[in-house]
């Protein structure tokens, strides 16, 4: 059924029973329901259907163009073209970024108790983000689009922040990509003018990625209860210019070009849109209440986030 996963879940095995703490207790939960429900998208998703240029490649309400006037000139086709390209884009730039989160993962549980719940969830997750973007490549690749990628001045900040990010700035900013990702991938999954195996694939990562959301929140709150107000300050900032970097970076400029439109003026009314603004803001309230909770919604941090169009 499009949209739908209708195979069987990956059994991964059942989970360590080693004896839990407190900090373990939800790392432990969490790889008590990764080994009762994953998927494999290499058997999960259709990839050998022909690309149907009937659909869109995500729900077109999420388009950077959608309510613009350039988008109103726009033919059926193009504007299908143009989401296709735009979740393409999406999807490559979360390759990116789970690249940076493995490697800040890694770095985090580098000599580590193995028999924790918590090193065998962080490799688990590992594991399925290294599915995830095997997964959104050849998506993107079935959706007819190039190799698109962050800005080079982007790309080496990702660098430098996966080299030093630590504690709560690292799984902070886990959290603030997962998050904004989950939503519109929640809209895209459900809607049947998105072409079935995208569909499918938001599916997958929408209900493996609820796991790694649970595990961010309770890394973050953990590690800031040891923080002072200076690192908070801090963290604070570094979090806010990360999510800034993220987001920005979704969609590729590139996009109106391959999906023959005019890149100058598409980038001009894009930049301008405030229907797409509105749904990133909508998309990211229970985001910022959380960071709110966490007292990490300092006023330079807030600077950043509007700039973002997150609040």
């Not at 207790?25 to 240029?53: G, H, I, N």
């Not at 569909?199 to 990562?205: A, E, K, M, Q």
């Not at 797409?276 to 990211?284: D, L, N, P, Y």
Request: net charge neutral.
């Amino acid at each position: 059924m499009a949209g739908s996963i209708t195979g069987s879940p990956a059994q991964t095995g059942s989970p360590s029973q080693a004896p839990s703490s407190p900090d373990s207790d939800v790392a432990q939960r969490l790889l008590e329901s990764s080994a009762t429900l994953s998927y494999d998208p290499a058997t999960e998703v259709d990839w050998e259907t022909p690309l149907d240029k009937d659909f869109h490649g995500a729900s077109p309400e999420w388009s950077t163009l959608y309510g613009t006037a350039y988008w109103r000139e726009l033919t059926e086709e193009l504007r299908k073209e143009l989401t296709r390209q735009e979740a393409a884009s999406v999807a490559s730039t979360g390759i990116w970024f789970e690249m940076i989160l493995q490697q800040m993962m890694l770095r985090d549980m580098y000599a580590k108790d193995p028999t924790d719940a918590r090193f065998q969830w962080a490799l688990t997750e590992i594991a399925d983000e290294c599915r995830h973007s095997i997964m959104f490549a050849r998506g993107a690749k079935k959706l007819g689009a190039p190799a698109y990628r962050p800005p080079r001045l982007v790309v080496e900040l990702g660098r430098a922040f996966k080299t030093i990010a630590f504690g709560e700035a690292a799984y902070a900013a886990i959290l603030v990509a997962e998050e904004v990702l989950d939503v519109m991938q929640r809209d895209w999954m459900r809607d049947e003018r998105v072409v079935p195996f995208v569909r499918t694939i938001n599916n997958i990562h929408v209900v493996e990625e609820s796991r790694h959301m649970k595990f961010a929140r309770d890394e973050t709150r953990r590690r800031l209860a040891k923080a002072g107000p200076v690192r908070r300050q801090i963290n604070a900032l570094v979090i806010a210019i990360a999510s800034y970097i993220i987001v920005t970076s979704m969609v590729n400029a590139e996009v109106y070009r391959h999906a023959g439109l005019d890149r100058k003026r598409a980038v001009k009314e894009a930049r301008a849109n405030e229907h797409h603004k509105s749904m990133m803001r909508a998309s990211c309230s229970g985001l910022m209440e959380f960071l709110a909770s966490a007292r990490l919604l300092t006023r330079p941090a807030l600077a950043f986030y509007r700039r973002a169009h997150l609040v």
